[in-house]
């Protein structure tokens, strides 16, 4: 427990900066979590007590709960209320206005104490043992954080989904999960409830996730995590449960947040323009921002009219703002459908 803090409460809090002190001893006579699981909720009443289900299931002395109500509007805070005593070590902190998932998810970092943390979203679950078998991978290998597998849910059916990682088991610099640009790789599995994190990461402010972003916001946080931490390594694990088509889902959304993803990656594509091995990492994120552009023009038939014009004129200068250079390399190895329907769009912004 943090200095000049009294025993915690259920309801909101607020913490004061976090010292820098060794998490997997006792702090002043008071052990300290050895894992935070942070969950922002925000109108997912169906699919609720199946979450706080599973997080009892995997209950431990040493595990606390964060929940993060984002000012639902739907029967969540009730449900969030009648589970907060059935839970151990469980504390809702409540959004009085709607601030979106990723200032839940900081909100949830800002009152952690564990010396790891990992994040579940309020419509997904875990089986049974799930936590204690992430924990033991990380006490195992000694990393600053580790990726897993998840199960992919989709009414009754299941399919396990895998981490795209060279090796398991194994400590890497998490900069070898980066490129090469050609294959899939780690940050192409941009699912930050996947994996569990160090504490000291998100320390002094640091790991936190951009709150102007309403979408994309995990892929951006995937990236810069490969960029600044030291080790990592994929576990052999499938205990979480991604809950495919919940209608409200971000995935599912139709209005202006789909086109978040243009400034998340163009703020990726200027901190990879400045990082050290910017030659190594740019054509890896000129040629996803490319697959991430033709994806959702793709599928602009399902968004609302404004939003479809829009898109096109956004990513037409957004193709404009790559390095030209590094794009022609990507559009004369992506796939003909993808590379004709980009130069397109890179064609009609100029002539605009």
Not at 206 to 223: M, V
Request: with cysteine; aromatic share 8%; charged share 25%.
């Amino acid at each position: 427990m943090h200095a000049g803090i009294a025993p915690r409460e259920n309801g909101p809090i607020t913490l004061p900066a976090v010292p820098a002190f060794d998490c997997s001893i006792s702090v002043w006579g008071i052990r300290v979590p050895k894992l935070s699981v942070v969950v922002p909720f925000h109108n997912v009443g169906a699919y609720a007590p199946d979450t706080l289900r599973s997080l009892a299931r995997n209950a431990d002395p040493e595990f606390e709960f964060l929940l993060v109500d984002d000012c639902s509007t739907d029967e969540t805070p009730e449900i969030l209320d009648r589970w907060r005593d059935r839970l151990p070590n469980a504390t809702v902190i409540r959004h009085e206005t709607n601030l979106g998932v990723a200032q839940a998810r900081n909100t949830g970092i800002d009152a952690a104490r564990g010396e790891y943390l990992t994040f579940l979203d309020g419509d997904d679950w875990y089986a049974p043992g799930h936590l204690a078998a992430a924990v033991a991978g990380m006490d195992r290998l000694g990393c600053d954080f580790a990726r897993t597998d998840h199960v992919l849910a989709e009414g009754r059916k299941r399919h396990v989904k895998y981490a795209p990682a060279k090796v398991r088991d194994t400590v890497m610099d998490p900069r070898d999960g980066i490129s090469p640009a050609s294959m899939v790789t780690m940050v192409d599995y941009p699912f930050v409830p996947f994996g569990i994190y160090r504490g000291s990461l998100f320390r002094d402010g640091a790991s936190r996730f951009e709150t102007s972003l309403r979408t994309a916001e995990d892929r951006l946080w995937i990236w810069r995590l490969h960029l600044t931490a030291r080790t990592f390594a994929a576990l052999s694990l499938h205990g979480v449960f991604y809950r495919r088509g919940v209608t409200t889902s971000l995935t599912q959304i139709t209005d202006n947040r789909q086109l978040d993803f243009i400034p998340s990656y163009d703020l990726l594509l200027d901190e990879v323009s400045r990082d050290r091995d910017a030659d190594r990492f740019l054509p890896k994120a000129v040629r996803t921002y490319c697959a991430m552009i033709a994806f959702h023009v793709n599928k602009a038939g399902r968004y609302e009219p404004e939003v479809a014009r829009r898109l096109r004129a956004d990513v037409a200068d957004a193709l404009h703002r790559m390095p030209q250079q590094v794009l022609d390399e990507t559009l004369a190895t992506m796939d003909t459908p993808r590379s004709t329907l980009l130069r397109s769009l890179r064609d009609t912004g100029r002539t605009s």
